[in-house]
């Protein structure tokens, strides 16, 4: 727990997270060390030092590198990690090995989501809606770009090449499909459904509310991450469990 504590305390201290996301943060590296130590933690580093590390690379690229920008708050660090930290926790009290796949299978769609907007919104090209294939702006919910598919599965092949840690090497495959799949739909549910609104300035915003013009309200950026999140972890375990 103490690593956890202080990892989250280093994280808020650059502004990577902010104090309630840090807190969060705490609590999903606690639950998911408890459940295994460090080889459970794995993937957890996995996503976040490669996510956070893209992350920088790509604000140093594009010449605004601002550690106090846009720390990520409580509600996106439970969204991307609640699920796996649920998994962990009920590992403790109930040993299940599916369980443990069903957490890296929650992270992995995690680090897919991540890497598809970093990599696409700094070198991909021709950017286009999921649903409709029409070209769009970079960076919306719903866009994606070739650059991003790829990067997508490598992010979740990183986060599965932790299983072998866990004696859960046979699932690196399927755990590098589900994470990619994952992220597949949080890019459908965010060109669908998610809720986007006017401003009276005029501009359309999907994380500030005002005049609902497409999506449902409650949809939010991390609602359609936390369903992608579960429904990854979810895969994971009726794989695992099943199979």
């Given at each position: 727990m103490l690593y956890a504590i202080g990892f989250a305390a280093i994280c808020w201290t650059f502004r990577v997270l902010t104090w309630d996301g840090a807190l969060a943060?705490?609590?999903?590296?606690?639950?998911?060390?408890?459940?295994g130590e460090?080889?459970?933690?794995?993937?957890?580093l996995a996503f976040f030092l490669t996510a956070t590390a893209?992350?920088?690379?790509?604000?140093?690229?594009r010449g605004d590198l601002d550690l106090d920008s846009k720390p990520r708050n409580a509600l996106q660090?439970?969204?991307?990690?609640?699920?796996?930290?649920l998994c962990a926790t009920i590992y403790i009290y109930f040993p299940e090995p599916a369980l443990m796949v069903a957490m890296i299978a929650s992270l992995a769609a995690a680090n897919a989501d991540t890497w598809a907007t970093e990599v696409g919104s700094l070198i991909g090209r021709?950017?286009?809606r999921i649903l409709s294939l029409s070209p769009a702006a970079p960076g919306e919910s719903g866009v994606i770009t070739i650059a991003g598919l790829v990067a997508a599965f490598l992010g979740?092949?990183?986060?599965?090449?932790?299983?072998?840690?866990?004696?859960?090497?046979?699932?690196?495959?399927?755990?590098?499909?589900?994470g990619f799949f994952s992220c597949i739909l949080d890019s459908v549910l965010g060109d669908g459904v998610q809720a986007r609104f006017r401003r009276e300035d005029g501009?359309?915003?999907?994380?500030?509310?005002?005049?609902?013009i497409s999506g449902w309200r409650w949809?939010?950026?991390?609602?359609?991450?936390?369903?992608?999140?579960?429904?990854?972890?979810?895969?994971g375990y009726w794989i695992a469990r099943f199979s």
């Open positions: 943060a705490a609590a999903v590296g606690a639950a998911i060390w408890h459940a460090w080889q459970a933690a794995a993937p957890l893209l992350s920088l690379i790509r604000k140093a690229k660090v439970l969204a991307n990690g609640g699920p796996a930290a021709k950017p286009f979740s092949a990183t986060v599965a090449a932790t299983a072998p840690l866990l004696a859960l090497t046979k699932y690196i495959g399927v755990l590098s499909v589900i501009h359309i915003y999907e994380s500030k509310p005002g005049q609902l949809m939010t950026n991390d609602t359609v991450n936390f369903i992608s999140t579960a429904l990854a972890a979810a895969a």
